[in-house]
């Protein structure tokens, strides 16, 4: 017959157990986020074998700890009843968790790349990572009334968690959260790079106002109200 202290161990032992299971399983969540993008209590449950249930609980902790957030799933188009699921999107918090190292040896790898062959070589660099937004945005564009519309999409995606924001003088893109926020602070070039993505997109003179990689919050780029010409009436032919 096992005395108390044996079963306090046991329960001890139990418990380190469970937690370590749990910690394990929320690593799982927060990688499928990571390589999936945003996604649903729903699409986690599915691509994990897990309950939705077990997914939420797991965000919760994840939530509270400040590796995610959450937002109301945008639906275009005809909405059914109820309401809209949560979208759960790692935060920079949560992100650094998996890129620490990965930023440095980036970093290190597009220093090299400079120094053996040249600026240009970076910002050729540059171009074929922002080249990912617009073959995914070519890929849904036809799926949405606005081009504007795919392209927070798109964003969204990559990892970017986007939205619009109406203003007088047209809408600002917001994009959240920035995978490559740390890379950019030292290789300005990504952020050039995406921001010629976004007018060739949009067929617009857009100007970046702020970016995450220069300390901002948010990263926020303005996109002006398309320029509709003034009608002249035609000249009156002389008698």
Known sequence: ???????DVDAFGAEAEQQAADAST????????????????????GRLGLTPAAVRRHLTVLASTGQVTSRQQRIYGHRGRGRP???????????AEFF?????????????????????????????VADAVTQRFRSIAVEYETPAEALVEALTAEGFVASLQPVASGVQLCQYHCPVAHVAAEFPQLCE???KVFATLLDSHVQR?????????????HVPRPVVPAMHPSPTPKG
């Open 26 to 45: 929320r690593s799982r969540v927060a990688r499928s986020i990571l390589q999936h993008g945003p996604s649903t209590a729903n699409d986690l449950a």
């Open 1 to 7: 017959m096992k005395s108390d202290a044996d079963l």
């Open 85 to 95: 699921a949560k979208v759960f999107a790692l935060t920079d918090t949560g992100r």
């Open 209 to 221: 106002l702020a970016t995450i990689a220069h300390g901002d919050g948010v990263c926020t780029t």
């Open 100 to 128: 620490q190292a990965y930023d440095r040896l980036a970093i290190q790898a597009l220093e090299y790349l400079r120094q053996a062959a040249g600026p240009d070589a970076v910002d050729t660099f540059a171009a074929q």
């Open 193 to 195: 790079a995406e921001t």
